[in-house]
């Protein structure tokens, strides 16, 4: 058996995972990092494209943390919420120190904060606390994998291990302490880490489909082709199967609540790319982000459709559905509208104002095979082909149509400015699924990020960073999120502040 | 023109959803393939953009 001895061995390579390992060595602890993947990064090789700091001054600091708390009905851990507000702001300078710039920064200012959507558009306004930084990509990818290199590359210069293919399997506890792990390297061989302190931080359970059954979501492929109701567009083909939560839960670790980072999607083909959630073949992306007509399989509204730009908002929704999708439906006078007048929403992703030729883009994404996007000459054709029940949906349309004539919403007082009747064809719809950025949580920390055990006492020894127990941050069930990022930095930061100090004792 | 993959290579795909006529993603092996490492022709230009678009840099191109 192969025997590695450090201070701190880190278990994942990702923005928590390699954040941490950064600060420890710069503390002057010695540490490893174990990655079952031969390269680092775990499941931000495809995302994020920004990161939220929160500015170092009181008054920011507890506005951001109140309304952070708010938003989640104070079922969040307000320790945890507060130690990682606290720590953002360690975020840009550390980001610089890899020698990288941003792209740009949108800096938010203390009377604004929670006015609008969380990064713009995309988020409820809870997320609206902080400053956005940009993160500068290369080619077309996102800034977070340059971050990692730069990261991993800080990781050998400062002298700490890297070992990738090398998956930590079990975590080794003497009394109440956890003193190392136990991994697999890539010939098979059991390694032995003794370490003084362990942080995990090895990500969320995208991945797993046992655990996304548990939350009632069948995970599917990216054209929703095999009955299964939730697809995501981010950290695809990470491996994100929930390792560290598992390893904890198997040593007496609590188990915090668990969730999908909701982001309702039209799935393939043609819409967007296969692997790259932000790769876009055409409008489409942006046409369902649109505030007009959303009717669940019965053909009954459910949701203020002024909601569309929120996208946890609307999975929410879509979720509480029983076929957990739903549809856009929209006619020509709208699709005209939104190439002469421009859209209601866009995306900041897929910026756009007006579209050009929707009709031709639905033609042209139904020719590859989408089973998703219709067109039609007729609604009854078009409840026909999408299986909406065609009675219901009429009548609907029928009641919405009037709505929009008296420019008034008796049903949920959606705001009429996004009151577009369905009346003149060809008529249009878009079948939405559940979906996600990803899917976090599982482990219980508190305000230090040590792992807590069923008692929710301390595992000496023991700590977590990042999407493994992000559900900390987003309330217990977690009413879901973005801007992991932010989590994963400065959760990095203070599992390094924290391990660093109790190997040194 | 040689392509070489660099092996820290992060697997995101975005290679072959841009550039699906050189690049396959072999998901059972989680691996980036090669269609072809050496390429001629009009697949020198779309060699040129994948080692531009790349999202790590790990695409790399020899003469």
């Given at each position: ?198 942080i995990v931080a090895s990500g969320g359970f995208s991945d797993d489909k046992e655990l996304l059954a548990e939350l009632g979501l069948k995970l599917t492929d990216k054209n929703c082709s095999d009955g299964g109701n939730v697809v995501f567009n981010h950290f695809c083909n990470a491996q994100l199967t929930a390792d560290g939560q598992k390893a904890v839960w198997k040593i007496g670790g609590a188990r915090s609540g668990m969730a999908v980072n909701g982001h309702n999607m ?119 082909q999408t299986g909406i029940r065609k009675e219901a949906l009429l009548k609907t349309i029928e009641t919405y149509n009037g709505y929009c004539d008296q420019g008034y919403d008796a049903q949920y007082a959606k705001d009429p400015k996004y009151l577009f009747p369905v009346r003149k064809s060809k008529f249009y719809a878009m079948r939405v699924f559940v979906g996600g950025y990803h899917a976090y949580g599982g482990i219980k920390v508190n305000g230090r990020c040590e792992v ?54 | ?63």
């Amino acid at each position: 058996m192969k025997i590695i001895n450090t201070d701190i061995a880190i278990m994942g390579s990702g923005l928590a995972g390699l954040s941490a390992a950064v600060t420890a060595l710069e503390k002057g602890a010695r540490v490893a990092v174990f990655e079952k993947r031969p390269f680092q990064g775990g499941g931000v090789s495809n995302t994020p494209m920004m990161t939220l700091a929160v500015r170092d001054d009181q008054a920011y600091k507890d506005k951001a943390f109140k309304l952070h708390m708010e938003y989640t009905n104070w079922n969040a851990n307000p320790d945890v919420v507060r130690s990682w507000i606290d720590n953002s702001s360690r975020i840009p300078d550390f980001i610089r120190g890899l020698g990288i710039e941003f792209a740009g920064s949108m800096m938010n200012p203390l009377e604004e904060l929670g006015t609008k959507r969380g990064y713009g558009a995309g988020f409820p306004n809870a997320f609206h606390i902080g400053d956005y930084y940009y993160l500068k990509p290369i080619g077309q990818g996102h800034g977070a994998a340059v971050i990692c290199k730069k990261m991993a590359d800080r990781v050998k210069a400062l002298g700490g291990e890297l070992h990738f293919s090398t998956p930590i399997q079990s975590l080794i506890k003497e009394g109440d302490k956890v003193v190392g792990a136990l991994a697999k390297d890539k010939e098979g061989n059991t390694v032995q880490i003794n370490a003084k302190a362990v942080i995990v931080a090895s990500g969320g359970f995208s991945d797993d489909k046992e655990l996304l059954a548990e939350l009632g979501l069948k995970l599917t492929d990216k054209n929703c082709s095999d009955g299964g109701n939730v697809v995501f567009n981010h950290f695809c083909n990470a491996q994100l199967t929930a390792d560290g939560q598992k390893a904890v839960w198997k040593i007496g670790g609590a188990r915090s609540g668990m969730a999908v980072n909701g982001h309702n999607m039209c799935p393939g083909p043609g819409i967007v790319a296969h692997n790259v959630g932000w790769i876009h073949r055409n409008k489409l992306r942006t046409v369902q982000e649109q505030p007009y007509l959303w009717v669940n399989h019965k053909g009954e509204r459910f949701i203020s459709e002024e909601q569309s730009d929120c996208h946890m908002a609307m999975v929410t929704a879509i979720n509480n559905t029983k076929e957990k999708y739903a549809y856009l439906v929209f006619d020509e006078d709208t699709a005209k509208h939104m190439e002469e007048d421009g859209v209601e929403y866009f995306y900041f992703i897929f910026k756009a104002v007006k579209l050009t030729d929707v009709r031709k883009q639905f033609e042209e994404v139904i020719a590859k095979g989408n089973k998703h996007v219709f067109l039609t000459d007729t609604l009854e054709d078009l409840a026909d082909q999408t299986g909406i029940r065609k009675e219901a949906l009429l009548k609907t349309i029928e009641t919405y149509n009037g709505y929009c004539d008296q420019g008034y919403d008796a049903q949920y007082a959606k705001d009429p400015k996004y009151l577009f009747p369905v009346r003149k064809s060809k008529f249009y719809a878009m079948r939405v699924f559940v979906g996600g950025y990803h899917a976090y949580g599982g482990i219980k920390v508190n305000g230090r990020c040590e792992v807590l055990d069923k008692d929710f006492d301390v595992i000496q020894g023991l700590y977590a960073a990042g999407d493994c127990c992000a559900s900390e941050i987003y309330g217990n069930p977690p009413v879901g999120g973005i801007g992991v990022s932010t989590l994963s930095f400065a959760q990095g930061f203070i599992t390094a502040d924290q391990a660093t100090a109790y190997v040194q004792q | 023109m040689k392509i070489e993959i660099k092996d820290f290579c992060i697997r995101c795909g975005l290679c072959e959803d841009l550039y699906p006529e050189l690049f396959h993603f072999d998901h059972p092996s989680d691996s980036i393939i090669l269609k072809s490492e050496e390429v001629s022709g009009d697949l020198i230009e779309v060699a040129k953009n994948a080692a531009r678009d790349c999202a790590i840099a790990a695409i790399h191109l020899k003469n």
